[in-house]
């Protein structure tokens, strides 16, 4: 067994053991330390088959911004863990059960004769660039689902927006459109006085 190969089982032992902890941590907090853990060792992973844009970009966007927001969220909130541990139990069986056959799949699309002929490793060039070759794939071969993948998450984005917004009564806020087609007659009235003379 090569060192290549030990690094990469010990990689996917700390991803799974990660995994396995983000399910039965008691604390959201454990349960999201976890999650960073898993997606460190699968940034490992992804270093070993030389894609290191994309290792690079799970620990930026992935660890170092979406994780931090969960913690805010998590910390901020007031989270009744009991409750939230309620349906665990019940759940389980179907979650095993999905799990079991996710693992019979990858057993059975690594164990194939077409997999086993590709998994020769490649050697490239001194001067190949990760990042540029995926860039090219992106943008000539793959560029129509590509914008189709960016039209679907703003969709999504503006969906999101769309269902968290709430009209409050009794908040002051501010009406554009309200402000706008104000006229001088309704924020104005003009009084007419007799100037005072002195007695």
């Known amino acids: ?3 290549f190969d030990v690094v990469f089982y010990l990689f996917a032992v700390i991803t799974t053991l990660a995994a396995t902890g983000v399910i039965v941590a008691r604390n959201p907090v454990h349960a999201a330390l976890f999650l960073v853990l898993a997606f460190c060792s699968a940034a490992g ?39 939230l541990r309620e349906g665990f139990w ?18 059975w699309v690594l164990g194939s004769r077409q997999t086993s002929e590709v998994s020769v490793a490649v050697t490239h060039a001194a001067d190949y660039s990760n990042t540029k070759e995926l860039g090219r794939l992106l943008y000539t071969q793959y560029v129509y689902p ?54």
Not at 94 to 107: N, S
Not at 152 to 180: C, F, P
């Open 1 to 3: 067994m090569s060192f």
């Open 45 to 83: 992973i992804w270093m070993l088959l030389e894609a290191e844009f994309l290792a690079i970009t799970l620990v930026l966007v992935y660890v170092g911004a979406v994780m931090v927001l969960f913690l805010f969220v998590v910390m901020m909130l007031d989270i009744n863990l009991l409750k």
């Open 90 to 107: 019940r759940w389980f069986p179907f979650g095993a059960g999905l799990a079991g056959l996710m693992v019979f799949e990858m057993i």
């Open 146 to 199: 590509f914008e189709l993948a960016a039209v679907i998450l703003l969709v999504a984005m503006v969906a999101a927006i769309a269902l968290t917004l709430r009209r409050r009564t009794g908040v002051k806020t501010q009406n554009i459109s309200e402000q706008v087609k104000a006229r001088k007659a309704d924020r104005l009235r003009i009084v007419k006085m007799k100037s005072e003379t002195k007695v």
